[in-house]
Antibody
């Protein structure tokens, strides 16, 4: 069974750094892109970026480029989403999801992780 | 601010058929395939439809998708209480160079 399991909830202060994780199992980790999606409280889904663990190539949404960093550790089949300096507006639930589909632009996300709630408050 | 527009809410009674629209443009739906996700708050979103009208294994045939021009639709027939959730369309946008999601539709049964 393909499964993505994310790290637990986090409570941080503005200016703190943070790295959350997404552990994959049940498929070839290095051969599939994994993305991150943000859902702010009461809002919809926003694609942030994804990474190809096979060569660590990361692509970012223009809306998030420079604000986040996505990395992968193939030794433990885990992808990370990292912030150097959190803001209150980063408060959201973050989902990881495997990108599926052969065509560069016609692909979808399946399955999804359970979500990680990040709360940033002073 | 999403470039794919959905109605904020759709409601129906058990057994009824409802449709959810998703309106985009030539740079997203017009040129690329559309996918649909079901999201029960507090749980992982689930893929319902991919490539406009394809159902993953395990998704009941009560769910169907279609696309025409720069718009797409998700239909749910034989509405059930467990269908009460948020639904999102999604596609790649060539202009934004990004995956984009719809504004989301809350379905109430």
């Amino acid at each position: 069974e393909v499964q993505l399991v994310q790290s637990g909830p986090e409570v941080k202060k503005p200016g703190d750094s943070l790295k959350i994780s997404c552990k994959a199992s049940g498929y070839s980790f290095t051969n599939n892109w994994i993305g991150w999606v943000r859902q702010m409280p009461g809002k919809g889904l926003e694609w942030m970026g994804y990474i190809y663990p096979g060569d660590s190539e990361a692509r970012y949404s223009p809306s998030f480029a420079g604000q986040i960093s996505i990395s992968a550790d193939t030794s433990i089949n885990t992808v990370y989403l990292q912030w150097r300096s959190l803001k209150a507006s980063d408060t959201a639930t973050y989902y990881c999801a495997r990108r599926v589909g052969a065509a560069r632009h016609n692909n979808w996300f399946d399955p999804w992780g359970q979500g990680t709630l990040v709360t940033v408050s002073s | 601010q999403s470039v794919l527009t959905q109605p904020p809410s759709v409601s129906g009674t058990p057994g009824q058929r409802i449709t959810i629209s998703c309106s985009g443009s030539g740079s997203n739906i017009g040129d690329n395939t559309v996918h649909w996700y079901q999201h029960h708050p507090g749980t992982a979103p689930k893929l319902l439809i991919y490539n406009n009208d394809q159902r993953p294994s395990g998704i009941p045939d009560r769910f169907s998708g279609s696309k025409s021009g720069t718009s797409a639709s998700l239909a749910i027939s034989g509405l059930q209480s467990e269908d009460e959730a948020d639904y999102y369309c999604a596609a790649w946008d060539d202009g934004l160079n990004a995956h984009v999601f719809g504004t989301g539709t809350k379905v109430t049964v």
